[in-house]
């Protein structure tokens, strides 16, 4: 059974930094491949950031430059760090995981979802 379990999330000030962790069991993040979403109140998921299996990454145009996903395969725990917070960058936050090797942007195809980790950014 694999569970994803979201953490490090919570009120910051705009310009401030967060850094969000989920702790994967029952896969090996290094693995597979990894995702970082985001739902804003009254918004559709959207895409943030995957990491390949290799640790290969991509960010979505408005959050590049901002964030950084990393992992450390040691605690099978994938991050986001997120800097320069702006008060769009207000939502649930989810990582999931696809049971394969190479990242991508498409929702559909991850498997696995965390609860979620709740971010909000005061102006």
């Known amino acids: 059974q694999v569970q994803l379990v979201e953490s490090g999330g919570g009120l910051v000030q705009a310009g401030g930094s967060l850094r969000l962790s989920c702790a994967a069991s029952g896969r090996t993040v290094s693995n597979v491949a990894m995702g970082w979403f985001r739902q804003a109140p009254g918004k559709g998921r959207e895409f943030v950031a995957p990491?390949?299996?290799?640790?290969?990454?991509t960010y979505a145009a408005a959050v590049k430059g901002r964030l950084a996903m990393s992992r450390d395969n040691a605690k099978n725990i994938v991050y986001l760090q997120m800097n320069d917070r702006k008060p769009e960058d207000t939502a649930v936050y989810y990582c999931?995981?696809?049971?394969?090797?190479?990242?991508?942007?498409?929702?559909?195809?991850?498997?696995?979802w965390g609860q979620g980790t709740q971010v909000t950014v005061s102006s």
């Open positions: 990491m390949s299996a290799v640790g290969g990454t």
């Open positions: 999931a995981d696809r049971n394969l090797r190479v990242g991508t942007s498409r929702e559909e195809t991850y498997e696995y």
